[in-house]
């Protein structure tokens, strides 16, 4: 394996922000229309169904690797065929003991929720998936290791296009929850095909005690980490799901779905290159102090806006499409688990740049606490609000976030206002520009359209009035590091 200079990792990183950008970009006005079409021809309940699948087996994922990926990505010397196998061989035992779990399970998970035939198999499904994704781990590693996100890339383009269009087409044909069911399992497979053709890799089986117990040191804890952050989340909503109605739900999902779009778009493919980059910049605190910067600042200038305008124009999308106003109900939560997702855009990568500089214990007793506040706030929040209670908390919980910067501060030397505060008071401009064009101009596809193209204009022009130079000189920067091969 490969080691990076500074130069080498500014220009990997750059490129592989673009790289997974371009990616984004593709798949996300894709997906947009796919989760449209599965609006319309899909019911509440099957995405309900859907999301208490996909989190019950999301429980046993955790399980399968504790760490170990985190632990190669972030190991501060190279990587040996030694530490790879080694790693493979206990993900792999890992694995069949998840797999068997998880078919043990499946009995009291169909009772608990009273699933039906075509739901199980959708849990067998996702079982399958489940396994051959972790066969995907090491050359994943291998990728993200060398910041080589233009080939990562690939398999995920196909697996996205697989399951969208898979999907589609099984809910045309009347075929309900079966329509993620077939979805899953070709996701799955074309997925696994198109990882080993990007970065072919074969285990020698060569197993090292002392690699393992390096590499579990970091990879344990780091894993705890995951999974509480699953026990806040999915564990959470497998609960959810018992105390409320499958379509509402329906609707929880519906709402955080799209209001963490942005974060998925956006903050998902940032984090993945900077926990590399991070990593790889851990000896030199005065450029990683500077690329925690640049990350909050690129995250919020892209995030803020969308969330503002997601909000805005959201009750408009329903109006005009008639199929979709029984998701009008879902509008308000839609709102809070906006403000939520604009508190986690930068408190997300500062957890991520302590998990990289080797932090793990500090974001453990972070997410503990997360864990514990989920479990506290939003049972009471659903007890007085039903449904909406779940996006409520979730506003209280994410108000810690101010907490999150203090800590960091201690370990890395970086500014967090000027980083956020221009594209904060450029996304208030914007939306009291959007919000005034909706007032006024007639609900319909071209005058959302119009709203749009004024958003970003007002928007950018914005943020030129008050950082013409610095985000200038980031253009330049950029555009001689995509110039060099």
Known sequence: MEELDIA??????????????????????????????????????????????TAAIAFLQYFSDIGLAGALIQKKTDLTQTDLSTTFIIQQCLMITAIIVALLLTPVISRFYHFNRSEMYLLDAVIISFFLSSLKTIPSVMLERNLRFEKLVIPQVVETFVFGLTAF??????????????????????????????????????????????????????????????????????YVGKVLPLAQIGYITFAQKWAFVPLRLVMDNVIRITFSSFSRLQHDPKHLGRAVEKSLFTLALLIFPSLVGLVILAPLFMQIIPKYQKWEPALFSLGLFAANAALSSFSTPLTNALNAIGKIKVTLYLMIFWVIATWVITPIMIFIYGFNGVSIASVIIALSSVGVVVITKKYIAFRVLPAVTIPFASSLVMGGIVYFLSTRLPVNLFSIVI?????????????LALARGEFIADLKIIKIQLLKR
């Open 8 to 53: 080498t990792i500014t220009k990997r990183s750059i490129h592989g922000v673009f790289a997974l950008v371009s990616r984004t970009f593709i798949i996300s006005i894709f997906s947009l229309v796919i989760n449209l079409l599965l609006g319309i021809y899909l019911s509440p309940a099957v995405f309900g169904v859907y999301a208490l699948v």
């Open 169 to 238: 087409v099984c809910a045309v044909m009347g075929l309900g929850v079966n329509s993620f069911t077939f979805a899953v399992l070709a996701r799955g497979l074309l997925g696994l095909i198109a990882m080993y053709i990007v970065c072919p890799w074969f285990p020698t089986f060569s197993f090292s005690k002392d690699v393992a117990k390096r590499l579990l040191s970091f990879g344990v804890p780091f894993q705890l980490n995951s999974f509480l952050a699953l026990v806040k989340d999915d564990l959470f909503l497998a």
């Open 451 to 463: 709203m749009i193209v004024v958003g970003m204009v007002s928007y950018f022009s914005v943020v």
